[in-house]
């Protein structure tokens, strides 16, 4: 097995050390041959794992394409409704709509909720179906809890836990009805 780079430096299998060569830099034309077998990457490989009976690539998709994130106060008819960074802590629910166009096969992305002290509150995962365009979304109740005021992210990600998109959003305490609050003297 031969690992011949563009430079045209190579190495015979019994040359390499250990049975892994990682962090192979981006953008170089990898060409490997075992017996009647060749195979030429030009893709970013991050590991290639080696052994005498051959090798094994561990191929990476194309990333999602992610032409939409909003935060809303509701979504219907596969549309977000009041895209916002502020909600009130008496609103019900925080929603995260997604749209993506040229899906190619089916994915799994991660909805990570994260809050200023609280960390990560919850992760979502959701399957994304091969379309030309694929709309989809989830919510976060807010139970009208105390902890849930202050700044949040949501982060979007692939199943290879790269970052498809973020985006934040402020949890703010209830506003009091003036009328209600106001006492009037005689």
């Known amino acids: 097995c031969n690992l011949c780079l563009i430079e045209n430096i190579e190495w015979e299998f019994d040359d390499l050390t250990g049975n892994k060569i990682k962090d192979l830099k981006e953008h170089y ?29 561990p191929m990476r998709p194309k990333p999602l394409t992610l032409n939409q994130l909003e935060i809303a106060k509701d979504v219907i008819d596969r549309t977000p409704i009041m895209p916002t960074q502020a909600f009130k802590l008496s609103e019900d629910k925080v929603f995260c709509f997604l749209d993506f166009t040229d899906v190619l096969q089916e994915e799994t992305v991660t909805y990570h909720w994260y809050h200023e002290s609280l960390g990560e509150v919850i992760s979502v995962e959701q399957k994304v179906h091969p379309a030309k365009r694929f709309r989809t979304w989830v919510y976060k109740s807010l139970h009208n809890k105390q902890e849930y005021l202050g700044h949040w992210r949501v982060i ?29 003297n005689p």
Not at 34 to 57: A, D, H, M
């Open 29 to 57: 034309q990898l060409s490997l041959e075992t017996g009647k077998q060749s195979l030429v990457l030009k893709e970013k490989i991050q590991e290639i794992e080696f052994n005498k009976k051959g090798f094994n690539l």
């Open 156 to 184: 979007i990600t692939d199943r290879y836990n790269r970052i498809l998109g973020s985006k934040e959003f402020t949890i703010s305490a209830s506003e009091e009805n003036p009328s209600l609050t106001e006492t009037v």
